[in-house]
């Protein structure tokens, strides 16, 4: 079985910085790419970042230069450091295990997507940063 355990999230003033962790198991870890989505309050998830099997990045324009993605393959873990967080990054934050194909966003208004050609999702851990 498939499994995603995020943490790390948490409540943090504008300027602050969290990491993020996701610790997988149920599937060969470095073969897969990883993603982080967002809900945003009112939002549907919004894909934020990538990291392939060869290490290659993506982020949102949103998030570059604030946020970086890695991986340790020994710890089956995928972090999230986000630095200089503001206000509009509050939102759940959902980790990721997909093979190529990411979607800009995807509806998750009545829970995370169950269809593995959207991935696997972890549970979500809440970051919320006051101004």
């Known amino acids: 079985e498939v499994q995603l355990v995020e943490s790390g999230g948490g409540s943090v003033q504008a300027g602050g910085s969290l990491r993020l962790s996701c610790t997988a198991s149920g599937f060969t870890f470095a073969d897969s790419d990883m993603g982080w989505y967002r809900q945003a309050p009112g939002n549907e998830c919004a894909l934020i970042s990538t990291i392939d099997t060869d290490g290659r990045t993506y982020y949102t324009d949103s998030v570059k230069g604030r946020f970086t993605i890695s991986q340790d393959n020994a710890k089956n873990t995928v972090f999230l450091q986000m630095n200089s967080l503001k206000p509009e990054d509050t939102a759940v934050y959902y980790c990721?295990?997909?093979?190529?194909?990411?979607?800009?966003?995807?509806?998750?208004?009545?829970?995370?997507?169950?269809?593995?050609?959207?991935?696997?999702w972890g549970q979500g851990t809440q970051v919320s940063v006051s101004s």
């Open positions: 990721v295990a997909k093979l190529g194909g990411w979607v800009p966003e995807i509806y998750c208004s009545d829970g995370t997507p169950k269809n593995p050609d959207f991935g696997y």
